[in-house]
């Protein structure tokens, strides 16, 4: 069965560094998001990407934010300068185009350390 | 008001048991409904998919939406131990080009053998 990929599925980081977290979406998924879970608390919403450009951004999503899809098969999530409140769970996720692009379906996660 | 609650348990069932897990939402612009299952520092995997109010059932697992009550149900007959995780309820609206989902803060289940 085809699933969403994140590499690496740990990262520790210290404040102030710059973060690349990968992701491979499933192949014939266009549309790509970022959601992100602090330890205890909701999976929240970064960020979706469509036709090479983002479709919705919340508010967590700053200018220390950005994504990209370098190629047709990676999806990545840069963190420009990390903060200690960065911590959490990344979550990627891929949906198809069409009437079921409601389903997301999310990789395992890379955690995010920040020290 | 928060936009989705969900009761976050957390709920121990004996095995066989039929579980109950909820969620009630603010918002009546969401009209697609998920319940993902979300085992220890995994992603969340989706379970059920409904759109607008009714019943679907999908082996040992029914969801059931209630727009009118703005209520969502997870039904688990014959519950099994390899169900222990954390439930999600998940919605969004039918608006825009892509879709955000707002999730639940999930309840936690552990089935015991």
């Known amino acids: 069965e085809p699933e969403v990929t994140q590499t690496p599925s740990h990262q520790v980081t210290q404040m102030g560094q710059e973060v690349i977290l990968r992701c491979v979406p499933i192949s014939n998924h266009l549309y790509f998001y970022w959601y992100r879970q602090i330890l205890g608390q909701k999976v929240e919403f970064l960020v979706s990407?469509?036709?090479?450009?983002?479709?919705?951004k919340s508010e967590i999503f700053d200018d220390q934010f950005s994504v990209e899809r370098p190629d047709g098969s990676n999806f990545t999530l840069k963190i420009r300068s990390t903060k200690l409140e960065d911590s959490a769970m990344y979550f990627c996720a891929s949906s198809d185009l069409g009437k079921t692009n409601e389903k997301l379906f999310f990789g395992s996660g890379t955690q995010l350390s920040v020290l | 008001q928060k936009e989705v609650e969900q009761d976050p348990g957390p709920l121990s069932v004996p095995e066989g048991a039929i579980v109950s897990l909820n969620c009630t939402y603010s918002?009546?612009?969401?009209?697609?409904f998920m319940w993902y299952r979300q085992y220890s520092r995994k992603g969340p995997e989706l379970l059920m998919y409904t759109y607008s109010s009714g019943n679907k059932e999908d082996g040992r697992f029914t969801a059931q939406v209630d727009k009118s009550s703005k209520y969502i149900s997870l039904f688990i007959r014959d519950s099994q131990p390899s169900d222990s995780a954390t439930y999600l309820c998940?919605?969004?609206?039918?608006?825009?080009?892509?879709?955000?989902?707002?999730f639940g803060s999930g309840t936690q289940l552990t089935v015991l053998p």
């Open positions: 918002n009546s612009a969401f009209q697609y």
């Open positions: 990407f469509y036709n090479n450009e983002i479709s919705e």
């Open positions: 998940a919605m969004t609206d039918r608006y825009g080009s892509a879709r955000q989902l707002t």
